[in-house]
């Protein structure tokens, strides 16, 4: 039986089988050796490209965004402050702030 060919190159001092198999739910396992010989941690993600020759697997690292963590925080009421939806809701806000301050005076 011919040896089937792989498409990307691995770490030359990694031995690891050559085939691995999709399960009825479309997952695919990276053997270990070779994410290992990587450093890819569990749960890493992965850009995928559908070439001539067969799929592409990169990769990625996602940086999440703080102004939308901030955001998400405010909105669920963690931080330092609410979330407005007006400018005037944040000045009324903010106004009701410094009497509180000016009253424990």
């Known amino acids: 039986m011919p040896r089937p060919t792989a498409h990307a190159q691995t770490a030359p001092s990694v031995t690891v089988p050559r085939l691995t198999r999709m399960t009825s739910k479309n997952q695919v396992t990276i ?10 941690p569990a749960r890493s993600l992965f850009q995928i490209e559908d070439l001539a020759e067969g799929f592409l ?8 965004d703080p102004d939308r963590q ?8 963690k931080g330092l402050s609410p979330v407005f939806t007006t400018a005037a809701e944040g000045i009324a ?12 005076k």
């Open 93 to 104: 806000h903010l106004r009701k702030a410094v009497a509180r301050r000016r009253a424990k």
């Open 31 to 40: 053997h270990k050796a070779l994410t290992d010989a990587r450093g890819l």
């Open 57 to 64: 697997l990169r990769p990625v690292t996602v940086t999440p």
């Open 70 to 77: 901030a955001y998400l925080d405010a909105k669920a009421g």
